[in-house]
């Protein structure tokens, strides 16, 4: 059986957690100004990027590699399928490589650096099959298919000349897509929502770490070490037998 100090113990842990928390909240209730005041901007910051998100358009293009040996369907085994997929992943790399799309930003004269583009230009094996999808984000769908286009045809020129394989095929060449991607603004705005109740919170807690006012009982105990026996209350005596002060 437990003895009564350990339960006048584990209550008293209790009671402190319950004020650690009261804490917390009446220092939000007593900073809400702030808090918005911090809050609003971000949150109009948040939707005004949702708003002003460009419009982007994504080309695709499908390419089937092998390690050019001529075999049927039937004939290939699991061995020739692992091959081919590591060659898809090579492939990948060479499609992005420096060489080719400085030739695909030259032809078209497009107006953005290679690293840009390098960041536009996606192209990664389908999981368990030969094939190779790259695809291209702008802002223009017409642009964006004719360059997923030329950079599939300067991959295969590039392959042939450095591994002096046939062993590529475009299986569906890219279209201008007629949709453009979603822009997620619902998304976007709900995100800064929290982010600004979240930033607003931070900033009052850290005002109030730093605020040196004592409120409380408890924080003068907590400087002391030392428990208050009693309290002398304010009057105001201005207030007191009808607003005559003592004589």
């Known amino acids: ?5 350990e339960l006048y113990e584990d209550d008293f842990y209790e009671d402190e957690d ?4 009261m804490d917390l909240v009446f220092t939000l209730l007593r900073r809400w100004k702030l808090i ?3 809050a ?4 109009i910051l948040g939707i005004f990027f949702a708003m002003t998100r460009p419009t982007v358009y994504k080309a695709e293009l499908i390419m089937m590699v092998s390690n050019g040996i001529n075999s049927s369907a039937r004939s290939l085994d699991g061995g020739e399928l692992s091959v081919n997929q590591k060659l898809a992943t090579t492939y990948a790399e060479i499609a992005k490589s420096k060489t080719i799309l400085k030739n695909v930003i030259k032809k078209y004269d497009l107006e ?4 840009k583009l390098q960041n536009n230009v996606t192209v990664f094996p389908v999981e368990d099959t030969e094939l190779l999808r790259l695809t291209y984000k702008n802002g223009d769908p017409i642009l964006a298919a004719a360059v997923v286009n030329e950079i599939g045809h300067e991959f295969m020129l590039k392959v042939r000349e450095v591994m002096n394989f046939q062993n590529i095929k475009i299986v569906e060449p890219a279209e201008a897509p007629k949709e453009p991607l979603p822009k997620k603004r619902t998304l ?3 995100i800064s929502f929290f982010i600004s109740l979240i930033i607003g919170c931070m900033v009052a807690f850290i005002v109030e770490f730093f605020f040196c006012k004592l409120r409380k009982t408890s924080d003068i105990e ?22 005559k002060d003592e004589k």
């Open 112 to 115: 953005i650096n290679l690293k």
């Open 188 to 190: 976007i705005i709900g």
């Open 1 to 5: 059986m437990r003895r009564k100090e």
């Open 36 to 38: 918005t005041l911090i």
């Open 222 to 243: 907590k400087i002391l070490e030392a428990p208050i026996l009693g309290t002398i209350p304010d009057f105001n005596l201005s207030l007191i037998d009808g607003g």
């Open 18 to 21: 319950e004020l650690h928390l």
């Open 40 to 43: 609003i901007p971000t949150f």
